[in-house]
């Protein structure tokens, strides 16, 4: 958020415009993941376009609150997870991933404590 107010000026734009890139960033997450999930890049459009309709990118992102920084961090968490475990990877690019998905969970837990339960789900 300090970003896009040092970018837009300390005004209502400067503090709505990084969590309206967040969110942007949110829906391209959405879309790699369902096609690393699914394979299937039509069944991905659809999540995408789900996604694009839903209440929390239209509401919650350009409000200025810290939840559409939440949700890029979790999404882009879980793009990084599951193409570490999905994609056939050498060793060092696997860890490279898995390691690439702790910070920036670790980056969620820093914006809301609501990213420890992805991290618990992770551990069960």
Do not use: E
């Not at 992102?61 to 939840?67: A, E, F, L, Q, T």
């Not at 475990?85 to 898995?98: E, K, N, Y």
Request: glycine content about 8%; aromatic content about 12%.
């Amino acid at each position: 958020m300090t970003m896009g107010m040092k970018a837009a000026g300390d005004n209502p734009l400067g503090w709505r415009v990084a969590a309206a890139l967040c969110g942007a960033l949110t829906l391209a997450a959405v879309y790699l993941w369902a096609l690393l999930l699914l394979r299937d890049s039509r069944l991905a459009s659809f999540a995408a376009g789900l996604t694009l309709f839903n209440n929390f990118l239209f509401v919650m992102s350009p409000v200025g609150m810290m939840d559409a920084f939440l949700m890029v961090f979790l999404m882009w968490s879980l793009v990084a997870y599951s193409a570490a475990i999905a994609l056939d990877l050498s060793v060092g690019r696997r860890r490279f991933l898995f390691c690439c998905s702790g910070v920036l969970i670790g980056l969620a837990g820093a914006c809301k404590w609501n990213a420890l339960d992805t991290l618990a789900a992770w551990s069960w």
